[in-house]
């Protein structure tokens, strides 16, 4: 009886070393579904992204298709004679080597190694167009290269006081209305558009996916956590003057804050994006 | 720093139970909330106690007029009163030492509380819509209020930190818990703890949707943590007193 008793007694210690919970994050991901499929495919003679390359193209020329590792694909269409590029995105399916594009249309080309290849590209509306043009695989593979979807954002604005608020996605109208009834400038066109998804590829694009499928393309390099990208200039004003993000993993999300300031404004702030892996 | 303090007292004490020739289970109440303790004699001065208390049943005490800012985050737009309910929070072990002078019920008592700082939970209500709007983003954590309410506490770590606290205690007492003689007894004790500096703690939100009690900075919330100081500050101590009811087990 009395072995009993002490047994229960030291028991009623255990609760004790019980409480000291370890802290656990999260952070590993399953490989994207589409890496072996990823990459750049650049028509011959055209640097994505630049307008006097491009304008030296007839509308409707594809500049650049990226295939991300998630199945995610962002076209560069040139959509008048000054040589402005319209991003399209979309999700992309593989039967071998070709590609077919929703709402786009198909590619098909060899995909086995980067170099040139020769690239047949059917437009769901029009007729097919074989392309020379380079073929960039991923050059290498990280966690963070994979199409995350934008689950929330934190704002944090520094201007004559100091807030935070937190956002369900990232909706640019909304944001922009708190910026304004907190006493900070913000442009009143504003599109009615979310930020649904970033992504991250191994060809070192960064691709802002918004909801009405339109996307923006900018150049990054990965240093360890530091994110390093350019910013490209935004006709609603939403530019945030910083070309650094920093890359956090917890509870299996991927937190990307971007520091800066808007401009012409005296505002600063940072911007935090609540990241899930998409697929 | 926390583990290895319970995991060391934990270590120290399971031999000393595992000897004790007697032990007592007590069940307390007082103004270190409702506990449960083992008691054992350590020859014929002196009982080792260890236990665990939580605040219950204690009434609240609300404050109407809390002065807070209009707008949260800056303190220079005005401010609006709301009122501040605060309630005892106390959640947190114990391990005592009684000394017994003369071999009889009087006692002196040393030890000490270890565990969470909380001392007062508090709710500020009616707060401005702003506050359910946005916040003070500490670490990561998001401050705001949640239909006019936000969840704050008074937190005194004593010689712990943050929210992990250290409270030394000191004080006399009335009664023996382990008594050979008789199967139960009573025990009243009266004392103190030390507290340390207290600071005003909140609920926040992590990025990743955590919820946890983060720690307000001074400059954040303008009059209102010099409001708050200005009760905190006289709470350097905190009287403790309870009575307890003890079975021998053995």
């Known amino acids: 009886m009395k072995t009993i008793l002490r047994i ?16 656990s994050n999260d952070t590993d991901f399953d490989d994207p579904a589409f890496l072996q499929f990823a990459g750049r495919l650049t028509p011959k003679g055209v640097m994505p992204g630049t307008k006097a390359s491009s304008s030296l193209l007839p509308v409707g020329s594809v500049t650049s298709i990226e295939l991300t590792e998630s199945g995610l694909y962002a076209i560069g269409i040139v959509t008048d004679e000054a040589g402005t590029i319209d991003y399209r995105t979309g999700k992309y399916s593989v039967t071998d080597n070709v590609y ?8 098909a080309f060899n995909n086995s190694v980067s170099g040139q290849v020769s690239l047949i590209y059917t437009p769901l509306f029009g007729e097919t167009q074989q392309i020379p043009a380079e073929f960039l695989k991923p050059k290498s593979t990280n966690k963070a290269f994979r ?15 100091v807030v935070s608020a937190d956002f369900k996605g990232c909706d640019l109208a909304e944001i922009a209305e708190f910026l304004r009834n907190n006493g900070n400038k913000a442009p009143e066109d504003v599109p009615n558009l979310s930020v649904s998804t970033i992504t991250l590829t191994g060809t070192e694009t960064m691709i802002l996916g918004y909801s009405d499928n339109s996307a923006e393309l900018n150049e990054f390099s990965l240093n360890g956590n530091v994110l390093t990208y350019t910013w490209a200039e935004r006709p609603d004003g939403f530019t945030f003057i910083s070309d650094k993000a920093v890359i956090e993993y917890r509870d299996g999300k991927c937190l990307l804050t971007i520091d800066g300031y808007i401009r012409d404004s005296t505002t600063s702030g940072s911007v935090t994006f609540v990241l899930s892996p998409m697929d | 720093m926390r583990s290895f303090l319970l995991a060391l007292a934990c270590i120290a004490l399971f031999p000393v139970f595992a000897a004790a020739q007697h032990m007592s289970i007590g069940a307390g109440y007082g103004t270190d909330g409702m506990t449960v303790e083992l008691n054992t004699s350590i020859g014929q001065y002196v009982s080792l106690r260890a236990g665990y208390g939580k605040a219950a049943g204690i009434p609240s005490y609300t404050i109407q007029h809390i002065s807070v800012p209009l707008h949260p985050g800056n303190a220079d737009w005005g401010s609006v009163e709301v009122p501040l309910q605060m309630r005892l929070g106390v959640n947190e072990g114990h391990l005592l030492l009684n000394i017994h002078p003369g071999q009889g019920p009087f006692h002196f008592t040393v030890g000490g509380y270890l565990g969470n700082a909380c001392l007062i939970n508090g709710e500020f209500s009616y707060l401005p819509s702003d506050y359910d709007a946005i916040g003070i983003d500490v670490d990561g954590y998001l401050v705001k209020a949640k239909n006019g309410v936000l969840k ?19 004080g006399i007492g009335f009664g023996r818990a382990v008594r050979a003689d008789r199967r139960m007894s009573f025990s009243i004790d009266i004392g103190a703890q030390y507290l340390g500096k207290s600071t005003l703690w909140a609920l926040g939100e992590g990025l990743t949707g955590k ?14 943590t010099d409001k708050i100081s200005s009760y905190t500050r006289y709470l350097v101590v905190w009287p403790t007193i309870n009575a307890h009811f003890y079975v021998r087990l053995f």
């Open chain 2, 211 to 224: 919820t946890k009690m983060v720690q307000i900075p001074s400059d954040a919330m303008g009059n209102l």
């Open chain 1, 8 to 23: 229960l007694t030291l028991s009623f210690l255990l609760p004790l070393l019980l409480s000291c919970n370890p802290v």
């Open chain 1, 100 to 107: 077919t594009l929703y709402s786009m249309g198909t590619l």
């Open chain 1, 147 to 161: 199409t995350w979807m934008v689950e929330k954002t934190r704002l944090t604005v520094r201007g004559w006081t």
């Open chain 2, 152 to 170: 704050a506490a008074i937190y005194a770590p004593g010689f712990g930190k943050g929210a992990f606290a250290v409270k030394p205690y000191v």
